[in-house]
Each structure stands twice: as C-alpha cells, then as structure tokens.
C-alpha cells in the first residue's frame, strides 16, 4: 500500500510539473522579431543569441529581400531577446538601435518590428513594440 501512494505522488508531482512548464510562456526561451523591409535594397540580418555577451560571431544570418516582411528568431536564453545586426551595401545600418556589444548591435525583444525605410541612400529604421 506504502509502495502505490509514493507512486501515486510522484506520477502527480510529475504531471504538475510538465503542466506548469507547458503552460510558461515560450517567449523568453525563443523570442521571434519582425523586420519590415521598405526599402529598395536586400539586408542581411546578424542574430546572436540572446545572452551572446560580446557578438562576436553571429548564431545565424538571414536576408531581409527588399520590399518584404519576414520574422525570425533566436535561441533567447531565457533573456525575451535576440541581438542583431542589419548591413546593406556592406556597412551597418540601424545604428540608432544598436544598444549592446560596444554599441553595434541592437536588442530586440520577443514581438518587436524593426521597420527599414531608405531615401537616397540614407537608411532609417524605427523599433515598433508588438
């Protein structure tokens, strides 16, 4: 009898557990972002982890086609971000965002659109909270 209820506890113990972790948000472990390309050119998208404390090498690059939208993802860390950088024609654009790594990278956190608009050459980009 003793052997059935110690069972019969750990199954339950077991069960809540796999329930309360089901149940807690996903966000910080894989956040996603958006980037919405307006502008007339390709961009390629860095992503660093989100704990990548120096950014040094990216986890992946991704091309952001001219005109599209597209979102994507990192493996966050438990931080609710991922790091990026954004180059087009070669150099770092975005720069306004860029808030980590010695200030060449920027924090995006899980649901946020960067918007990428360009006017002669120039690009802009704006942070949009989800």
Known sequence: ???????????????GL???LAASPTADAS????????????????????????CSFP???KIASAGETDTYGCNGHGKGQCKVEFIAND?????????????????IKNNETVRITEQDGKFTCALITG
């Open 59 to 61: 986890d992946k690059t």
């Open 31 to 54: 956040p996603r972002f958006t980037v919405k390309n307006d502008s007339s050119k390709k961009v390629f998208v860095d992503i660093f982890d989100g704990d990548d404390s120096v």
């Open 18 to 20: 796999g329930l309360a």
């Open 91 to 107: 150099k770092t654009i975005c720069k306004n965002l860029n808030n980590t790594c010695s200030g060449n990278v920027a924090k």
């Open 1 to 15: 009898m003793r052997f059935k209820q110690i069972t019969l506890l750990s199954a339950t113990a077991f069960i």
